[in-house]
């Protein structure tokens, strides 16, 4: 009887050591102050840093997190379409639709109408081989595909 305690209580403290799993936002050590500036929903802050020229293209190392970021995933995670055409409206963004994969997991429509309007390509090829908007349609409504056909 003590064996099956002891065995019990060493499944249940390795399913609690391996249940963490690091949220997007769980690390912001490497965030840059324009990323912080968008998490917090501080827009004239984005736009100050955006007119001093800030490089809106830094990405996190992934040093203090698994994630690596810039300042528009940070946009899209929450949601924040303002700071997100602020971005695109730089045009300093290479590739926008390597966006498209996250603003679709986030079922944000108005951020991937955003990213088609400033030059994102669905069709283009993910390093999975797969095209953005194959990748798109596992994560959202069919209803929701006919912006793509247009």
């Known amino acids: 009887m003590k064996g099956f305690f002891l065995l019990l209580l060493f499944i ?26 968008i998490y917090n929903s501080n827009n004239d802050k984005v736009r100050e840093f955006i007119g001093q020229n800030t490089n809106i293209n830094f990405i996190t190392s992934g040093k203090h997190s698994n994630w690596r970021l ?16 602020l971005l695109l409206l730089t045009n300093k963004i290479s590739k926008p639709e390597r966006f498209l994969m996250t603003a679709s997991k986030q079922q944000s429509t ?41």
């Not at 690091?22 to 102050?33: A, L, M, T």
């Open 12 to 37: 249940l403290n390795s399913v609690v050591a391996f249940a963490h799993k690091e949220k997007w936002d769980e690390n912001k050590v490497e965030w840059s102050p324009l990323m912080i500036a």
């Open 70 to 85: 810039t300042a528009l995933d940070v946009a899209i995670y929450i949601d924040n379409e303002y700071a997100a055409e």
């Open 110 to 150: 108005n951020t991937v109408l955003l990213l088609l309007k400033y030059g994102a390509n669905p069709n283009e090829t993910l390093s999975n081989g797969l095209f953005c908007i194959n990748e798109r349609s596992k994560f959202w409504l069919c209803r929701n595909c006919r912006m793509f056909i247009k």
